[in-house]
C-alpha cells in the first residue's frame, strides 16, 4: 500500500460495467512528505473520498478485491483516507 | 489505471487463437493534461473505443477482470472512454460533444 | 502488451522445467515510429516468429501460463501472442 493525493476526477459514460457505481479520480502517488512519485494515475475509489484528500491505495491484483460483491478491472484502487500520519524522530 | 490516447488499431493474421475476434488498440499514455508520455501500449479494447479518444487502461493482471475479458489472455485492456476530467474543479479535458446535459 | 521487434533467440540446456521445448525469443520493445528501446526482454514463442519480425508480447503470468497451455502457473511472464502485420495510425497523430 502507498500514499497518494487526489488531484482531480475522471468521468466515464462508458465504461466497463463492474465500474458502475465506482469513482475514477486522478491521483498523485506521494511519498512521506507528501513528494510526488512518478505520474499521476487514475483510480478507481470505494471508500468516498474527495479531491484534495491524502489517501493510501493498493495496486495491481490486490485492486481488484475491493468490493465485495465483485472484482473490478482496476490496477490502482483507494484503499483508505489518512486522518494522520507522522514520520520519523529526527 | 492510466489514461491513453489511441492511435492506432494493430492488425495481426497470425496470432494466438485466444486473442481471436477482439480489437487490439495501439495507444499512448498521457499525462492528466494530455501531454504524451511517449510510453505506448497494445491494449484490448472492450468498450468500443476508436482512435483519438481518450480512454483508462488498466494494466496487469486487473486487465482481466474486465467483464468482457474474463478469458481472454491479456495484460492491458481499455475499461472506459472518458468524457471529462476535473482538477481543482476546472474542466480540463472534455470529449467532443460529451456531457451536454450536465452542467 | 507491447509492439517488439525480434533481434534474437537464446538458447540454454540447464534451465527450469517450465522452459524445456519452449523457443525463447530476443525481443527489443519497439515505438510505433519502428525505433528499438534498450530494454531488450526474452519472450517465449508461441506463433513461429522469425529474426526481425514486429510482434505483439503479453506480459503477465497468468495469461502467459494459460496461452502456454500449463496446469498451473510456471515462472514465465513474457509471450509472443501474434506477429503483427501492420498498424494503422491515423493521419492526424503525429
Known amino acids: 500500500m502507498k500514499l497518494g493525493r487526489v488531484i482531480g ?24 512528505l507528501d513528494e510526488p512519485l512518478g ?10 473520498s474527495r479531491e484534495g484528500d491524502l489517501i493510501y491505495w493498493v495496486g495491481s ?28 524522530g529526527d | 489505471m492510466e489514461l491513453a490516447r489511441v492511435e492506432g488499431t494493430v492488425v495481426s493474421t497470425m496470432k494466438n487463437e485466444r486473442l481471436d475476434g477482439y480489437k487490439l488498440l495501439l495507444v499512448n499514455l498521457v499525462e492528466p493534461d494530455l501531454k504524451s508520455t511517449g510510453q505506448y501500449l497494445v491494449a484490448v479494447d472492450s468498450v468500443g ?3 483519438g479518444e481518450i480512454v483508462i487502461v488498466v494494466r496487469g493482471s486487473s486487465a482481466r477482470q474486465s467483464a468482457e475479458l474474463s478469458n481472454v489472455p491479456t495484460d492491458s485492456s481499455i475499461v472506459a472512454i472518458v468524457d471529462v476530467i476535473e482538477m481543482k474543479k476546472k474542466t480540463i ?3 467532443h460533444g460529451a456531457g451536454e446535459k450536465k452542467k | 502488451m507491447y509492439l517488439g521487434k525480434v533481434i534474437g533467440n537464446v538458447v540454454a540446456t540447464v534451465k527450469h522445467p517450465s522452459y524445456k521445448d519452449q523457443k525463447l525469443m530476443l525481443v527489443a ?6 525505433s528499438l528501446k534498450k530494454a531488450t526482454m526474452l519472450a517465449v514463442d508461441t506463433v513461429d516468429a522469425g529474426i526481425n519480425d514486429v510482434v505483439l508480447v503479453i506480459s503477465e503470468g497468468k495469461s502467459a501460463s494459460e496461452i502456454l497451455e500449463f496446469e498451473k502457473r510456471v515462472p514465465i511472464r513474457s509471450v509472443i501472442i501474434a506477429v503483427v502485420d501492420h498498424v494503422d495510425i491515423s493521419e492526424q497523430d503525429q
Open chain 3, 29 to 34: 520493445p519497439m515505438q510505433p515510429d519502428g
Open chain 1, 39 to 48: 505520474r499521476p494515475a487514475v483510480a478507481a475509489d470505494v471508500v468516498g
Open chain 2, 49 to 51: 473505443a476508436g482512435e
Open chain 2, 93 to 95: 479535458y472534455k470529449k
Open chain 1, 61 to 88: 491484483a490486490e485492486a481488484t478485491f475491493v468490493l465485495e460483491d465483485r472484482q473490478i478491472p482496476s490496477d490502482v484502487s483507494i484503499v483508505g483516507i489518512v486522518d494522520d500520519k507522522s514520520t520519523g
Open chain 1, 9 to 32: 476526477k475522471v468521468w466515464a459514460t462508458v465504461k466497463d460495467p463492474k465500474l458502475t457505481g465506482v469513482t475514477l479520480y486522478l491521483m498523485q502517488p506521494v511519498n512521506e
